[in-house]
């Protein structure tokens, strides 16, 4: 996902070259690919997930360790939902703009 938001440009550009190149890649693949990606709605889900993203693959990493340490774990887990809540909710436990604005876009 990190990957994908950091190329996300340079992959557009991809898929519009191979679009007018008509190789052999599959138009109507090519063509959902390149609509999706020139969707904004997507690019601010890639921004918006791919921190999350990387946050759960980083605890899930301590859980596959051998020698896990339970407190640690615990800790890490507490750690983890307060900061999670902290990236929908602001201090008034209010839901941030940028959730509602996702919301409201999405229906």
């Given at each position: 996902m990190f990957?994908?938001l950091m190329?996300?440009?340079?992959?557009k550009?991809?898929?519009?070259s191979?679009?007018?190149?008509?190789?052999?890649?599959?138009?109507?693949c090519r063509?959902r690919i390149?609509?999706?990606?020139?969707d904004?709605?997507?690019?601010l889900?890639f921004?918006?997930?791919t921190p999350?993203?990387?946050?759960?693959e980083?605890?899930?990493?301590?859980?596959?360790?051998?020698?896990?340490v339970?407190?640690?774990?615990?800790q890490?887990?507490?750690?983890?939902?307060?900061?999670?809540?902290?990236?929908?909710?602001d201090?008034k436990r209010?839901?941030?703009?940028?959730?509602?604005l996702?919301?409201?876009?999405?229906?």
């Open positions: 990957n994908s190329n996300w440009e340079g992959l550009a991809y898929f519009t191979a679009q007018l190149a008509q190789s052999q890649f599959d138009t109507k063509a390149l609509k999706e990606m020139s904004n709605k997507n690019y889900f921004e918006f997930a999350v993203v990387q946050e759960f980083r605890l899930n990493s301590l859980f596959r360790q051998t020698k896990a339970t407190n640690e774990l615990y890490q887990i507490f750690l983890h939902q307060k900061s999670f809540q902290n990236t929908q909710y201090a209010q839901k941030k703009t940028f959730i509602k996702i919301l409201v876009s999405n229906s």
